[in-house]
């Protein structure tokens, strides 16, 4: 089983990226996927998950309104849209999946799988 982040960079305030989280060895759709972002020195923080019971997001009150989930299950990815960026959104962007068909939870050790980081970087 391997995740993997993608489509991190360094942009300007307001800015806009779409960071992906491509599977294999497990098919994403029956999983619950959450993005974590960890700046050094702190833990992970939640910022949004999607339910594989029927794709039902949840967000951070921090990214609320700018940050979007959605899923694409025929290319078995999962995509964090990322708008209107703010120098505090700066962070090692990162994907998990929990077990199949578990429900919503913010907490990063209730959840298997992860993949390598993608870096954002938002400058202001």
């Known amino acids: 089983v391997q995740l993997q982040a993608s489509g991190g960079g360094l942009v300007q305030a307001g800015d806009s990226l779409r960071l992906v989280c491509a599977a294999s060895g497990l098919t994403l759709q029956e999983h619950p996927v959450t993005w974590f972002r960890q700046v050094p020195g702190k833990n992970h923080e939640f910022v949004g998950t999607i339910l594989s019971s029927d794709d039902s997001t949840y967000y951070s009150d921090e990214v609320k309104g700018r940050f979007t989930i959605t899923r694409n299950s025929a290319k078995n990815t999962v995509f964090l849209d990322l708008t209107n960026l703010k120098p505090e959104d700066t962070a090692t962007y990162y994907c998990?999946?929990?077990?199949?068909?578990?429900?919503?939870?913010?907490?990063?050790?209730?959840?298997?799988?992860w993949g390598k980081g993608t870096q954002v970087t938002v400058s202001s």
């Open positions: 998990a999946a929990r077990r199949r068909y578990f429900g919503l939870s913010r907490l990063p050790g209730d959840h298997r799988y």
